[in-house]
């Protein structure tokens, strides 16, 4: 007869488990690596390309217009980044004067997506020097629009340039990165530009974000 074999020992059993820990814990450490490297959340970019005053009115110590901003937001995460509960508000003399909901939408990974925000703003005052000062500079225009940098003084469609103001524009978004499919991030991101305006006609010198 031959010799019956004997059953696996208390010791090979511990043997791998101890294996299996080590191999899961490889796996785990792997996994980690990988997402706070490849996969880690970034904060999406805003870049405000121009900014322009379809329509500016001065008159009685007050100002009114609409305020149109154009931006583009990148998304240099490996994720769909999905925004809500963004907003875009104007600030005059530490008030604001304006305010604007973004509407929620998606920007696919590594995408950038062009995005434009028009709103009227009600008439508030402004110093009455300002306002005197407007009235004999130069005649009634449109709004202007200006792409970058940041202007002075000078001269505006061949008009002289008077007295100034400056209004900031806030944006935020917010939102969410949503990594293999189970892990969910909450990003913000935020963009500061103050812009010089021309109080004869509206018209923009220049902004620096």
Partial sequence: MGKQQKPPSGRTNLA??????????????????????VFKPKEPKISVRAVQLPSFSVGNNS???????????????????????????????????????IPAGKIDAG????????????????????????????????GGVYSGGFGIGGTNNGYRVGPTMEIESRMDMAGRIRVLHFFTHHVKAKSGCRVELAVSDGSVLGFRC
């Avoid at 931006?71 to 769909?80: D, E, I, L, S």
Wanted: net charge positive; hydrophobic share 55%; with cysteine.
């Fill in 16 to 37: 791998s488990c101890i294996v299996a820990t080590i191999f899961l814990i490889f796996i785990v450490i792997v996994v980690l690596i990988v997402f706070f490297t």
């Fill in 63 to 101: 100002v009114n217009f609409t305020f149109s901003q154009y931006v583009t937001v990148r998304n240099p995460n490996k994720a769909v980044f999905s925004h809500y509960d963004s907003t875009i508000q104007l600030i005059y003399s530490g008030s604001q004067v304006g305010f604007m909901f």
């Fill in 111 to 142: 995408q950038t997506k062009y995005m434009e925000a028009t709103f009227a703003v009600q008439s508030f005052p402004i110093s009455s020097s300002s306002a005197a000062s407007a009235a004999v500079v130069a005649p009634p225009a449109l």
